[in-house]
């Protein structure tokens, strides 16, 4: 018992870590873009990086913000029904959702990993004239999955101690 | 299999799923995701990460992380307090001027703001308190700041139109100018309704009292409150219309002004930063909740396009003989009873998929329609029994005002969102007019 909790406790400190150090990107997409505005209109030297930089890193954003998100139980749902239910078929319910939910970030896992891999070991470049590798960004896709997957795992952890204890008392 | 019965198996899926409370990005994704799977094959799961990395490093959707982060800096700005003391000075002296001039600051507001929460939590704490103590009656107090406080959804920016357009493949600039007429005219249908009733009814909305009414002097000081806000607004609006920048590059150009109005205003470094932390966690977690969803919804459109959905129901519309006008009635009351139930984001990922393609083969316009789904999604907002704004308020109202009390009080609102509804279905030219205008 006592290591899945430690474990649980581990990957949720994880996720709000790397969740909350995310979060300051925005400040990092703001000054490029202010940048990039100034440059293009009071220098007249557009740069050819900013954009595809602030796309790269939105990915980042998206990817290492998703498991924190999930964390906090931010992943919005319609809960009109659930709260009517009894305790144990609500257990039930979190159960299953966690299946639901694991079963698609696997796949994205899975997926995401050989697109990333392929453009890896091509050693695929971006179309464009300031052309950067594509592999990492790619790589998010995956990334992103992992800290979902176990997120998911922690939050199953926790349902199941928490049923535990109730059928104990 | 057959098609549709595909497709009415999802959608049962999906009423499943939302029943055990599963998030609306892991449905949309998992049925997504399993039903290509088993009508497609597995070599049609490729199709999946090029898409969802389109989305993820798509340079319009990076525009909601920064009109979000605006919207949390004014909250916490208190530039709020100052316009309302404007608005107080100047119209406090007429019956209803106070829930007059809460209608046009959330119209302020939402020219500043692209979330709609943003005004009502602010007009809620200090529009609310003032309009009650000078004896507004609650259902109109509560009324105006509910019903004003939706219009951010249609006055641009507007973070649920930058997510319809993206997933319609429409120019976000055109939406945003699409947006502004209507909007103008749901507020001006609102303050002529509170200002008719009150004209009629003093009681309902009694004039401040004269000793309390500000001098000429102090009604002018007074709008120096307006620059900051107008400061901010040309540099959103202004830098996109005038087509010096991008959408995304506006809103980071205003992200950068809210910052430094922040800073001015705390006059304190330490304060400034606290709510730049606040803001910027506030940003990040509803920016990954929203593109997750969109994420999850890609598995699903993938699907309903690889089955040629739309044009399986256009040709059943055609074979059962239905007028277009018929469906799109149709499709507006679908609007409204999942509004009861469903908040905007929720409702644009199952519908757009759809709706939009059918709409468009029945030759209508999008951009159009789109500004009736979001004035629709201004009455999803409202609508009793679920809804942000219904909680929300009995949260901030006194505490003998039931839930009951508040219900009452959004219906006329709802009714004068279905009459500009109504207008702009007959009249498109309301929508159309500014954006061929400026011919983006």
Request: proline share 5%.
């Amino acid at each position: 018992m006592q290591t899945i909790e430690k474990t649980v406790s581990f990957i949720e400190k994880m996720n709000e870590m790397v969740g909350r150090s995310s979060c300051n990107l925005i400040f990092v997409f703001m000054f490029l873009m202010v940048y990039e505005v100034i440059a293009r209109y009071f220098f007249a030297s557009p740069t050819i990086w900013v954009h595809e930089l602030c796309g790269f890193l939105f990915a980042a954003y998206v990817a290492l913000t998703g498991g924190w998100v999930l964390l906090k139980k931010g992943h919005v749902a319609v809960d009109i029904i659930y709260q009517h239910f009894s305790r144990r078929v609500r257990h039930i319910m979190d159960i299953v959702v966690s299946m639901v939910a694991l079963f698609m970030f696997v796949i994205l896992f899975w997926q995401g990993y050989k697109f990333a891999w392929h453009a890896f070991v091509t050693n695929q470049h971006s179309h464009t004239l300031f052309g950067p590798v594509l592999w990492p960004v790619k790589a998010f896709l995956p990334i992103g999955a992992v800290f979902f997957i176990l997120q998911i795992i922690a939050d199953f952890c926790k349902i199941i101690l928490d049923f535990n204890k109730g059928s104990a008392q | 299999m057959n098609p549709a019965l595909i497709v009415l198996l999802m959608f049962l899926a999906v009423v499943v799923l939302f029943v055990i409370r599963t998030p609306v990005a892991f449905t949309l994704g998992a049925v997504g995701i399993a039903t290509l799977y088993l009508t497609n094959g597995p070599r049609f799961l490729q199709m999946l990460p090029p898409s969802i990395i389109e989305s993820m490093t798509s340079i319009i959707l990076l525009a909601i992380p920064l009109f979000i982060f605006i919207g949390c800096l004014l909250e916490k700005s208190g530039i709020a307090d100052e316009i309302f003391e404007m608005i107080y000075r100047w119209l406090g002296a007429v019956p209803g001027g106070l829930a007059v001039g809460t209608v046009l600051i959330c119209v302020i507001f939402a020219a500043m703001v692209g979330i709609v929460g943003a005004a009502t939590v602010t007009m809620g704490l200090i529009a609310l308190p003032a309009m009650l103590k000078r004896g507004y009656k609650t259902s109109l107090a509560i009324g105006c700041i509910s019903g004003g406080g939706a219009l951010g959804f249609l006055i641009p920016p507007s973070v649920t139109m930058i997510v319809y357009a993206s997933l319609s493949n429409l120019s976000i600039g055109k939406m945003f100018l699409a947006g502004i007429v209507p909007g103008l005219l749901l507020a001006s249908i609102f303050m002529s309704y509170i200002l008719i009733r009150s004209l009629i009814n003093p009681s309902l909305a009694p004039p401040i009292p004269v000793e309390e009414r500000a001098t000429w002097r102090e009604k002018w000081a007074s709008l120096k409150n307006l620059a900051m806000p107008f400061v901010l607004i040309f540099s959103i609006m202004g830098t996109i219309f005038s087509g010096l920048a991008t959408p995304t590059e506006a809103a980071a150009v205003g992200a950068a002004v809210a910052m430094a109005i922040v800073f001015v205003r705390k006059r304190s470094l330490k304060e400034g930063m606290k709510v730049m932390h606040i803001a910027s966690e506030q940003a990040a977690f509803l920016t990954s909740m929203v593109l997750w969803i969109i994420i999850g919804c890609l598995a699903f459109s993938a699907v309903v396009n690889t089955l040629g959905l739309p044009l399986l129901l256009k040709d059943l519309i055609d074979s059962i003989g239905l007028n277009r006008w018929t469906v799109l009635i149709v499709m507006m009351i679908s609007f409204f009873l999942l509004g009861m139930v469903m908040d905007d984001l929720p409702i644009i990922m199952i519908t757009v998929p759809i709706y939009v393609p059918l709409i468009t083969l029945l030759g209508f316009d999008p951009l159009w329609f789109g500004i009736l789904f979001i004035v629709n999604m201004q009455m999803a907002y409202l609508t009793p029994p679920f809804g942000f704004v219904l909680f929300y308020m009995k949260g901030v109202v006194p505490p003998g005002v039931t839930m009951g009390d508040i219900y009452r009080s959004v219906w006329p609102f709802i009714c004068l969102q279905g009459v500009c509804l109504i207008l702009i279905m007959v009249f498109p030219e309301l929508v159309m007019w500014l954006p061929s205008f400026v011919g983006m």
